[in-house]
């Protein structure tokens, strides 16, 4: 696997800095946009970040785990969804559209059979992954099969500032048993609704995931976890956010289980998240833990539990804010403002 170009440059960041600081408003004021700024300079490796043709997508697939009784909702509504993006009708369509970023929909592993449709990237694996609670949720070879459909998707962008979201029924499921695994955090910390699971449906969901870990308790390398405990979905994600760095985008991280997706990705090549803006911290039960283990702090807190990437789709105008102010905003010297005396 390549090695991810490193964003760390320490004159760079010393020229961003002072750019930065340079600008007529106290230093720090800026706050958390101060800090996009810099890390968006890095990213790109200019003092003069600019965001072209931002873009989304959505990635979709089933998960044979639902089986089990896990979610609140029947698989159909995977599907069901998918046509709703295709229709222009969810949220992700309506927050996407208002902030200018061309939607994408990638069918990685739908158990439904949607034609030729323009608008739809067909990358389907399989129709579905196996039940993880019995055997392994795909073969070694299905997940590299979906990291590589990943890496294919992003060489259809052309834009720099690529956002993950997810659809798939059960996939809250996946998440948590991959976080589990990757973490060592228990998996009660892990477990949350999902869709809207009652008090007795976590508990049974936790149940679900703590007998398949134990039935999977041989597996511990970051693409065996992957393979035993994901969905087609989360590993093509993978494999989109590894050649998304590689080509120094900025990556725009949604929820939790985009997050778990961004989990393995970092445990194959850490140096990952220095490209990565995680938009918001997810009212789903252990999103708090995952990002926490991940050492990194969201910029949003919305309370925000829809998926879709929607969170994603929120954060970009903070994103514009912080290139904006670093192009646009006049300088003290240029204002001829006077500066903090000594």
């Excluded at 991810?4 to 002072?18: D, K, R």
């Excluded at 720090?28 to 890095?42: N, T, Y």
């Excluded at 959505?58 to 639902?66: K, Q, R």
């Excluded at 500032?161 to 009660?188: Q, R």
Aim: with cysteine.
């Amino acid at each position: 696997m390549q090695t991810l170009p490193s964003t760390q440059n320490a004159a760079l960041a010393a020229q961003l800095e002072f750019a930065i600081n340079d600008k007529t408003k106290p230093p720090g004021s800026l706050g958390r946009l101060e800090q996009l700024a810099l890390q968006i300079g890095l990213i790109q490796q200019t003092t003069t970040p600019e965001l072209v043709a931002p873009a989304m997508i959505i990635f979709a697939g089933d998960h044979g785990v639902v089986a089990e009784g896990v979610s609140a909702f029947p698989q159909d509504v995977t599907w069901q969804m998918v046509e709703n993006f295709l229709a222009g009708g969810a949220a992700i369509n309506v927050f996407a559209r208002q902030n200018g970023i061309a939607l994408h929909i990638a069918d990685t592993g739908v158990n439904h059979d949607f034609g030729v449709r323009p608008a739809l990237w067909n990358t389907k694996v399989a129709p579905g992954t196996r039940n993880f609670a019995k055997v392994a949720a795909m073969s070694a070879q299905q997940c590299e099969t979906a990291i590589q459909n990943g890496r294919a998707l992003i060489a259809d962008i052309s834009g720099n500032v690529i956002g993950f979201g997810e659809m798939g029924i059960g996939n809250t499921t996946s998440a948590a048993a991959i976080m589990h695994k990757l973490t060592g955090i228990p998996v009660a910390d892990c477990v949350g609704a999902g869709t809207g699971l009652s008090a007795q449906g976590i508990s049974h969901k936790q149940s679900v995931i703590e007998a398949a870990v134990a039935l999977h308790a041989h597996v511990q390398d970051p693409l065996d976890v992957l393979a035993h405990f994901g969905g087609f979905e989360i590993a093509t994600m993978v494999g989109a956010m590894l050649e998304a760095a590689q080509r120094r985008m900025v990556l725009l991280i949604d929820g939790f289980i985009v997050s778990s997706a961004l989990l393995v990705a970092a445990r194959l090549q850490p140096t990952i998240l220095d490209y990565c803006v995680f938009s918001h911290q997810s009212d789903e039960s252990g999103h708090a833990r995952m990002l926490a283990a991940l050492q990194v702090q969201p910029v949003l807190k919305l309370d925000l539990r829809l998926g879709e990437g929607t969170g994603a789709a929120l954060v970009y105008p903070m994103v514009q804010a912080a290139v904006n102010f670093l192009n646009q905003m006049a300088t003290f010297s240029s204002a001829q403002v006077s500066e903090k005396s000594q």
